[in-house]
């Protein structure tokens, strides 16, 4: 439980922007305590992490990307191959020295 706490207090204590905020802290629920890992067993579909947020698809998308590249998250894509055997993408939350700013500046 201590990764995932750590995790919280960095998002809360960020200058990211809410929606980022709210992203976070909800994969943070579906997340491993002890490792940060939201296996492929527990992760959503875009449309389910836009459901249990309140942000559209779009909105989404746009984050995780953001969030990827800014070091908040570490996503696992399957290749097409795997894809299509039915392999989901899978995330890692990481509180490394993730950029304290917006995500994408």
């Not at 992203?23 to 939201?38: C, E, N, P, Q």
């Amino acid at each position: 439980m201590a990764y995932i706490r750590e995790f919280q207090d960095a998002v809360q204590s960020s200058r990211l922007p809410q929606a980022a905020k709210a992203l976070l802290i909800h994969m943070a629920v579906w997340a491993d305590y002890s490792t940060g890992s939201v296996g492929p067993a527990y992760t959503r579909s875009l449309s389910g992490i836009a459901d249990a947020t309140g942000l559209n698809r779009a909105t989404v998308e746009r984050y995780l990307r953001r969030l990827d590249d800014a070091g908040w998250i570490t996503r696992h894509r399957p290749t097409l191959a795997e894809s299509r055997r039915g392999v989901r993408t899978w995330y890692e939350l990481t509180t490394g020295k993730p950029e304290l700013g917006a995500p994408g500046t």
